[in-house]
């Protein structure tokens, strides 16, 4: 059995020595690392992670957080990622609680009065639990994506969860996001090209401006910027 100290021992060093490697490199360290105990995590906005992944593990597992507040696009495209990669396990985390029985518990539209409690229950806490199952994840966090993700390591220690945590395209710009996608005719969100470059739980994302932060959509008018599951 890996310890936790290992795995953070293991995270530490690879970060180290990752740092700048080719991101299908990262992922074939991963694979080689921890095996079936490796998963990808998708928020199903583009598709870039899950195609890089499953050139290297094709029947790795894809941990699809359904918050029951998602915009039907977003539905639409796991159904359509699961149809074009049959050999991908998308497993499908929903909360304990459907949304009205959280209104019940809570008072309606928790995300309203509590935006942060909301994305506990209805994200962290269902990743958290899937997560026991695997030593080690990935996640498509960026760099340039905000300045809140600017020091993300390609692999690090995740101590909320004990796991070790892989973001093979941290140093990715968005100009290398769009001509991957579009080499390999990928499928992404539709709400990509109707002006939302961010995609959350439709309740919290708006449409963003010319000019703006391309995050900006997401918790409009609050202080909120992640979800949680980063932090």
């Known amino acids: 059995m890996t310890t936790i100290t290992d795995l953070e021992t293991l995270a530490t060093q690879a970060g180290n020595d990752l740092e700048g490697a080719d991101a299908t490199d990262i992922v074939r360290w991963a694979a080689d690392t921890f095996g079936a105990r490796f998963a990808v995590a998708s928020s199903m906005q583009d598709t870039v992670l899950l195609h890089l992944v499953q050139s290297v593990i094709p029947d790795v597992d894809v941990l699809f957080l359904d918050t029951g507040y998602h915009f039907a696009e977003t539905i639409q495209t796991r159904d359509r990622v699961a149809a074009r990669y049959p050999r991908l396990h998308v497993r499908n985390l929903a909360p304990r609680q459907t949304v009205a029985q959280q209104d019940a518990d809570y008072g309606k539209d928790l995300f309203a009065t509590d935006p942060d409690l909301c994305c506990a229950l209805r994200k962290t806490h269902p990743l958290d639990e899937a997560l026991d199952d695997y030593d080690a994840w990935a996640t498509g966090l960026r760099r340039v994506e905000s300045p809140t993700r600017a ?21 990715w710009t968005d100009e290398q996001v769009e001509a991957y996608a579009a080499e390999h005719d990928l499928i992404a969100n539709p709400l990509l090209a109707q002006g939302y470059p961010s995609i959350g739980c439709a309740p919290c994302t708006r449409r963003v401006a010319a000019g703006e932060d391309p995050r900006a959509g997401r918790w409009s008018g609050t202080e909120k910027t992640e979800c949680g599951i980063h932090l």
């Open 151 to 171: 020091n993300t390591p390609v692999v690090s220690f995740d101590p909320r969860r004990d796991k070790v945590k892989v973001a093979p395209l941290a140093l």
